[in-house]
């Protein structure tokens, strides 16, 4: 497995952006199809980007598309989530995950962060 810690989270207000890293441990993290996550208070994880192994193909949740984009540096072993036009719903805990398919079923990811928390002011 992967180790997964993430970064850039914090207080911003509406209509701002912020970037999130999650910087991954080991050579292998090249071989992970990665995705970002977020979990809101007392609701249920959802997901928000996948992106595949080289960077080539990515998918968002309707819920963000247009407004984030997810991305990697395969030198770096990072994934990012560039998230744009923030709005007041955005807020939750953002989790990083990894794994060996493409998908949106957070169920099929075996690495997990610790997540990094946004909050977004009206």
């Known amino acids: 497995q992967v180790q997964l810690v993430e970064s850039g989270g914090g207080l911003v207000q509406a209509g701002d952006s912020l970037r999130l890293s999650c910087a991954a441990s080991?050579?292998?993290?090249?071989?992970?199809?990665m995705a970002w996550f977020r979990q809101a208070p007392g609701k249920e994880r959802e997901f928000v980007a996948v992106i595949s192994l080289s960077g080539a193909s990515t998918f968002c949740a309707d819920s963000v598309k247009g407004r984030f984009t997810i991305s990697r540096d395969n030198a770096k072993n990072t994934v990012y989530l560039q998230m744009n036009s923030l709005k007041p719903e955005d807020t939750a805990i953002y989790y990083c995950?990894?794994?060996?398919?493409?998908?949106?079923?957070?169920?099929?990811?075996?690495?997990w962060g610790r997540g990094t928390q946004v909050t977004v002011s009206s």
């Open positions: 080991g050579s292998t993290f090249r071989t992970y199809v």
């Open positions: 995950a990894a794994s060996l398919r493409f998908g949106v079923n957070p169920t099929n990811f075996g690495s």
